[in-house]
Structure formats: structure tokens, C-alpha cells
């Protein structure tokens, strides 16, 4: 779980700004312009400068002048709270730090400033030698436990989705390898929560050409009746649905964070708040919206 993000000097945030998200669903709301997506693009950085493990500061392109930027994420990962934190200019890394809290008394994992290294541990002190100026200490993560589950938590165990129709095409690639049919009593469960008369669905993969496509089919029951119509026929949100609803599901069962821009651009509140609900109480859900009405969830508020 993400508990707090503190962002200054990058995309649209000039100054300092606290986003407490201590809550397993958080709605980050405002209205267009307001940076509630360039948050997102910010964390989604961040996890990209660790698992690429290039020489290259990316975040550097959306300073928003030639002050250093900073960046500090307090998460909770297998009951263990971390706080990393880095500083860094368009040429190299400032400041980058890691510490875990043990019965709330923060300890010190690492500290990097002006390429001066603190650490207790031998392992990592060998280490320190061989980081360039440019590149997070995070991302030469080794067997070292501290370090690996810090590195685990802010590169995979956090998805973020930009745009929800993005996860279309994984969402086939998972409901195709589905045999045992684990993901469709969820799927169809969820389905009768909103209402949508949906018994039943079925998805094949297809070679086209030289590529994969898929036939996707939903079985609908009307008075009694069934039909059933082919995916392309569905309306928008139930194809949203349909592509959003296996990661929400794996993100409550394996705990982790999941992060959707802009979730009520295709989907009412109605359906919103279904989702909201099962993470009550494992996984964690951020995401970003124009609208708060009747929205059962932690509330940050940007105004622009």
C-alpha cells in the first residue's frame, strides 16, 4: 500500500505537495489541467528509472525549473513501512535515500548525498562503489532483503494504467489462458452486482494473418431469454469492464497497488463504487476522476 507521495519541482507541481493515501482506495479528483495525471506519470517514472536500470534521469524532462526535483514515497510492503526518497537535477542524482520502521522507530537502510554513501551494512557498502552519478542506488538491487522488497514494491507490485483501454488486449491474453475458468465465477459475479445481464462469456484466440486476434462472446439473458453478442457489439463501458476487471481481481488477491487515470470517463459511479468495494480490505486502489458524487473512497482534492 501506498501511504504518502511528496512530490516538488516536476511536472506541473512547482512546489512542495503531501499526498496522504493511508486508504485502500484513494480517488485523486479535479477538474482538467489540475495534475491529477501527471501524479500518475511521476510514480510511473520513478518505477520506470528502476526497472530499466539505464544511466539516464527521464524525470528531468518535466522539471518544472533548474531547482532540484523531489520525489518521496512511504509504502507499506508485507507489513514492513519503507520511506525512499531521491533528489535530482537534469545531470545526476543529488540525493537518494531508503529507510524501513521498526516498531515506528525509522531506521536507516541507505543515504546517498553528493555521492557520499551512509549505510551499517558491508554488502551494500561494496555496492556503493559502483554507482554512476545519473542512476538510482534501487536499481542495482542484489540479494540484499531490505533492498529487493523496496525495489519489489515500486516496480512490480504497483500497476498503473494511463488509459483504460490499454488493457484490452492483456485482459484477452488473460481471460485466453483462463482454462481452468479460476477468473470467470468473479467476472460474472461482478456482473450480476451492476446488473448488466451477462451469464455467461467466452473468449478464443484467432491467428489473423500473421498476427493473433481474438473472438470474444458474451451471453446475455433477457426475459427469460438468451442471446449472445460478439465483444464489438458491447457497449464502451461494458468493454472497459471487461479489460479493467482481471487486474482489479489480482490486485486483491496478491495485495498489490493498482492505479487507473481518468476511471469515470467511461464508467458511472454506480460502477465505480462496486469496485471500490472489493478492495475493502486487501490491495489498494488510486485513482483519478472529474466527479465525486457518491463516491465511497478517500478524497484528495487538486485545484488548479
Known amino acids: 500500500m501506498i501511504i504518502e507521495v511528496i512530490i516538488e519541482n516536476l511536472f506541473s507541481f512547482k512546489d512542495k505537495i503531501t499526498f496522504n493515501m493511508n486508504s485502500n482506495v484513494v480517488n485523486i479528483n479535479g477538474s482538467n489541467n489540475s495534475g491529477k495525471s501527471n501524479l500518475f506519470k511521476i510514480l510511473n517514472s520513478v518505477s520506470l528509472m528502476l526497472r530499466n536500470k539505464i544511466n539516464n534521469i527521464p524525470l528531468t524532462t518535466y522539471m518544472y525549473n533548474k531547482s532540484l526535483s523531489n520525489v518521496e514515497i512511504t509504502f507499506l510492503k508485507d507489513n514492513t513501512k519503507y520511506t525512499y526518497g531521491f533528489s535530482c537535477n537534469s545531470d545526476k542524482i543529488d540525493k537518494e535515500y531508503l529507510y524501513y520502521y521498526s516498531k515506528e522507530e525509522k531506521e536507516l537502510i541507505y543515504k546517498r548525498e553528493n555521492n557520499k554513501f551512509t549505510c551499517k551494512d558491508k554488502k551494500l557498502k561494496s555496492l556503493f562503489k559502483e554507482i554512476a552519478d545519473n542512476r538510482l542506488v534501487l536499481s542495482y538491487v542484489n540479494d540484499y532483503d531490505k533492498l529487493k522488497e523496496a525495489y519489489t514494491f515500486l516496480t512490480v507490485n504497483i500497476g498503473i494504467c494511463l488509459d483504460v483501454k490499454t488493457l484490452i488486449e492483456p485482459a484477452f491474453k488473460i481471460y ?27 473468449v478464443k484466440s484467432l491467428i489473423i494473418g500473421n498476427g493473433k486476434g481474438y473472438s470474444t462472446k458474451f451471453k446475455h439473458t433477457i426475459d427469460n ?42 464508467l458511472d459511479n454506480r460502477i465505480i463504487n462496486e469496485i471500490i468495494n472489493i478492495f475493502n480490505n486487501k490491495g489498494q486502489l488510486i485513482f483519478s476522476s472529474h466527479n465525486t458524487c457518491n463516491l465511497n473512497c478517500k478524497l484528495i482534492t487538486l485545484i488548479n
Open 176 to 202: 485466453e489462458r483462463d482454462i481452468n475458468n479460476k477468473l470467470k465465477p468473479y467476472i460474472l459475479e461482478f456482473y450480476k452486482k451492476i446488473n448488466l445481464n451477462i451469464i455467461d462469456y467466452n
Open 225 to 266: 431469454k438468451n442471446y449472445v453478442i460478439d465483444y464489438g457489439d458491447e457497449s464502451l463501458s461494458n468493454r472497459i469492464i471487461f479489460a479493467i476487471l482481471p487486474f482489479i481481481m489480482m490486485a486483491r488477491e496478491e495485495g498489490k497497488v493498482l492505479i487507473i487515470d481518468d476511471l469515470d470517463s467511461i
